[in-house]
C-alpha cells in the first residue's frame, strides 16, 4: 500500500466520483480506477459503493477513509518537520485545575525550551469534561483521573486510548486556620470525618467519585454541606470558613501564603488516593509533535515530584506501552 493511493481514495470519498477525483488529481479516469480497485484487492474489502450517480463509502470505507486521513496529516507532518529540521505542529493538552496549578507552567517552559516550534493549545477543565474531548479528538492528550472511571465513562468505552500511570497523590483535610478552633493534626482517618463540614466537587468528578467510595469503605455518611465544580470558588469558600474539603496538595499550590492560610490534615487511609493518568489518543493517531509532548510532559512530572516541589505525590509504576481499546 503507497501514500499515494491513500490520498486517491481520500479525494475519491471527498468528491464523491471517480471522474472529479480523477480531474482534480491530473489522472486517467481508468488508472485512477486501477488504483482503487487494487487497493480494495490488498485489504480484501468493498471500499466504495459504485452507481450512476457516483461513489459512496461502505462501511469499511468510512472506517478507512478516517484512518487514512490521519495518516495523511501523520505525513505531511513529518515531512514539514524534515523539512524544517526541527518538529512542529500543533498539540492540544488538557489538566484538571489541580494539576495545572503546579504542571501547568513547568510543562509549557520545557515545551518552548525543547521544541520551541510546537504549539500548545491547554485546556483547562475538570476531569469528566477532559475525558469527553479526548474521545471526541478535541484534544491529543489530558491528564485524568482514577480510571478505569473516567467522567463516569468507563475506560473500555474510549476509543483506543493509550494509557500511562503517573503519579498517586494524598489527600488532604484543608481548612481555614483562622476559623479553626484548634490546630489541625497532621492525620486523620476517614472514620474521623463524620461531623465535619465539607464542601466537595459533585457526583462525576473524577475526585469525588473515588471520595465517596472512601466514605463506604468506612462506614461515614459525609456531612456535606457545599458542592462547587470551580477549583477557585471552592477553595475561596474554605478559606472564608464556610467548610472544609479533601483534596490533594496541589489545590492550594496557586494560591499565595497557603500554608499560613490553610490547615492541612493527610488522610491516612491506605486507599484513599488519587490515581493520575497521562490518556492519549492511540500511538498510531498521535502525531510526531503529540508524541514528543507526551515525553516531555512525563518528564516534568517526575521531576516536580522528585525535586519534592509537587507535595503528597509519589510516581506510579511505569508501564508506557498500555493501552486500551473498545
Known amino acids: 500500500m503507497e501514500l499515494r493511493q491513500l490520498r486517491y481514495f481520500v479525494r475519491v470519498v471527498e468528491l464523491g466520483s471517480i ?8 489522472l486517467v479516469q481508468s488508472a485512477l480506477s486501477q488504483q482503487i480497485t487494487r487497493l480494495e484487492g490488498e485489504l480484501s474489502t468493498r471500499l466504495l459503493q459504485r452507481s450512476p450517480q457516483g461513489v459512496t463509502p461502505t462501511e469499511a470505507g468510512v472506517a478507512f477513509f478516517r ?42 517552559q520545557a515545551m518552548r525550551e525543547r521544541y520551541p516550534d510546537v504549539r500548545l493549545h491547554m485546556v483547562e477543565s475538570l476531569s469528566g ?10 484534544l491529543d492528550l489530558a491528564v485524568l ?44 482517618r476517614m472514620s474521623q470525618l463524620c461531623d465535619e463540614p465539607l464542601i466537595l466537587p459533585t457526583g462525576p468528578h473524577g475526585l469525588r467519585s473515588g471520595l465517596n467510595v472512601a466514605f463506604a469503605r468506612a462506614k461515614v455518611d459525609p456531612r456535606v454541606v457545599m458542592e462547587m465544580d470551580s ?17 490533594p496538595w496541589s489545590a492550594v499550590a496557586r494560591i499565595p501564603g497557603a500554608a499560613e492560610r490553610f490547615g492541612m490534615a493527610r488522610i491516612s487511609d491506605h486507599q484513599v488516593r488519587r490515581v493520575n493518568f497521562l490518556c492519549g489518543l492511540s500511538e498510531d ?42
Not at 19 to 26: C, V
Not at 94 to 107: K, N, Q
Not at 301 to 314: I, K
Open 231 to 247: 477549583l477557585a470558588m471552592l477553595m475561596d469558600a474554605v478559606g472564608a470558613g464556610l467548610g472544609s474539603t479533601l483534596q
Open 67 to 108: 484512518e487514512a486521513q490521519l495518516t495523511l496529516r501523520h505525513a505531511e507532518q513529518a515531512i514539514r518537520a524534515a523539512q524544517q529540521a526541527r518538529l512542529s505542529g500543533t498539540v492540544s493538552v488538557g489538566l484538571a485545575p489541580t494539576t495545572a496549578a503546579v504542571l501547568g507552567l513547568p510543562l509549557m
Open 129 to 138: 469534561h477532559l475525558s469527553v474531548m479526548l474521545n471526541a479528538r478535541q
Open 285 to 326: 493517531e498521535l502525531s510526531p509533535a503529540a508524541l514528543a509532548t507526551r515525553v516531555v510532559l512525563a518528564d516534568c512530572v517526575r521531576t516536580l515530584v522528585r525535586s519534592g516541589v509537587w507535595l503528597g505525590a509519589s510516581l506510579s509504576a511505569p508501564s508506557p506501552n498500555s493501552e486500551a481499546e473498545s
Open 145 to 188: 483521573f482514577d480510571l478505569p472511571m473516567a467522567g463516569g465513562q468507563s475506560l473500555q468505552s474510549a476509543r483506543r486510548w493509550s494509557v500511562l500511570p503517573l503519579i498517586e497523590e494524598d489527600i488532604f483535610l484543608i481548612s481555614a486556620r483562622s476559623h479553626r478552633a484548634q490546630k489541625s493534626p497532621q492525620s486523620l
Open 19 to 26: 471522474s472529479r477525483a480523477a480531474l482534480d488529481l491530473d
